[in-house]
């Protein structure tokens, strides 16, 4: 449990898991302790309950005994806001749909995803089923409500109920939240004549130099549109500083990401351009570039090892070189922050487990239904600090027909050299 800073009135985040929130006291069951108890609490003390996608996992018997210890601590006229997934209005839906997909998805939010204790469903909601069992419970006013923060209340999926201890207990029909989150991403877009592009670039204060040849090669030469963030924030604030700026400020078609660490040329972009035009179902594509750390694809497991067609779908990508529509962003607007970091969230450290903004993004397109596609037609390169060290190749003859060592060069890179140290084979004189 993190206590909150000072404030007039007790505010709970129940279930908070690894997205711990600013001025609540944030209440987990890995951490030790039970939501559905609040035993440091005493009646009437609280002003606020926030709890995002706790209920289903447990049971309609014990939802209703935490339902009523959270009606006992709020005060008169505290807040409680509820998040469950919508079985009626999105999850059946998404059931019916014909695309295999959608259905799987719609099963990990019926019965959760099983991957850990705290990730089973043992119960489901409607609107009229949640209301009414708050109504029971002597809640009222209901409405719906928007998550500030990228948790599972944000999602498109999500049913969130807002109550007042002792409001009006009339249910009323279920709202429509005026929210971009409930418009998912097209199956097709409409495909621009002469597409143009805005391209945005995250580059710290202190970069590798080298990329300015291919941004101006590529970018400049192409006449494209561009904004460039270095005021020294983090990369996944910059970037997305960057692309507000641009849907902001130009009309493009296309955002076009790159990085400083990227090689490319004006014929690549071309190609990547040309494969999203034909393919109005992608909502976004990116080229094949080498991992920095490993000798394979920089891509997921779906797609490492399928190279056929000019495209290969992805549940992500990366931001080498990459053509996301603009009109998929804007429709992705309310579901800010697009990039966010997390640790493991069961261990809250950073390691296995953790989710890199960059990643987080792709989750938030495909959260929209919106589909990532690798152009298996166009390779760049990815830059990397590399150490050049002397070895010995053998002997030659010179012209004067004496016999002398032979010493070239050899290349390792940096992480290599991290993990590794020094190469066997560096040195001048020959090895036994």
Known sequence: MTQATATDKIRLNLGSGSMPMYGYVNIDLVDGFDARELSDYEPGSVGEIRASHLLEQVTFKEARKALERWHEVLEDGGVLRVAVPDLKKKIVPMLSSPNPDDQRQALKWIYGHNEGMYDMHLSGYTWEILCGLLAEIGFGDFEAWISEIPDEASYPVSLNVKCVKGGDPGLGDQPEKEDLRLVTLPDQYEIPENPTVCAVLSKPR???????????????????????????????????????????????????????????????????????????????????????????????????????????????????????????????????????????????????????????????????????????????????????????????????????????????????????????????????
């Open 206 to 432: 202190l970069a590798i130099t080298d990329h300015e040849s291919c941004w101006n090669e590529t970018v400049m030469r192409m006449g494209i549109q561009h904004v460039m963030m270095c005021n020294g924030f983090p990369w996944e604030a910059a970037l997305e500083n960057g692309i507000e700026r641009a849907l902001e400020c130009f009309d493009d078609p296309y955002i076009l990401f790159t990085d400083f660490d990227s090689v490319m040329a004006p014929e690549d972009l071309q190609v990547l351009i040309d494969t999203m035009q034909a393919h109005p179902e992608l909502t976004a594509i990116y080229p094949c570039q080498a991992h920095r750390h490993h000798d394979e694809l920089l891509c997921d497991g779906s797609g490492k090892y399928s190279v056929d067609g000019d495209v290969t779908e992805t549940t992500y990508g990366h931001f080498g070189l990459t053509l996301i529509r603009a009109d998929a962003l804007r429709r992705m607007e309310l579901a800010k922050p697009w990039f966010w970091s997390m640790p493991n969230a069961t261990t809250n450290r950073w390691e296995d487990g953790k989710t890199d903004a960059d990643i987080f993004f792709w989750r938030r397109v495909r959260d929209f239904g919106g589909r990532i596609g690798r152009c298996n037609t166009v390779s760049i390169g990815h830059m990397e600090w590399g150490v050049k060290w002397p070895r010995n190749e053998g002997t030659y003859f010179d012209h004067d027909g004496n016999e002398r060592p032979k010493i070239g060069t050899g290349w390792q890179t940096i992480q290599s050299y991290r993990n590794n140290g020094k190469p066997d084979w560096a040195g001048v004189q020959p090895r036994g």
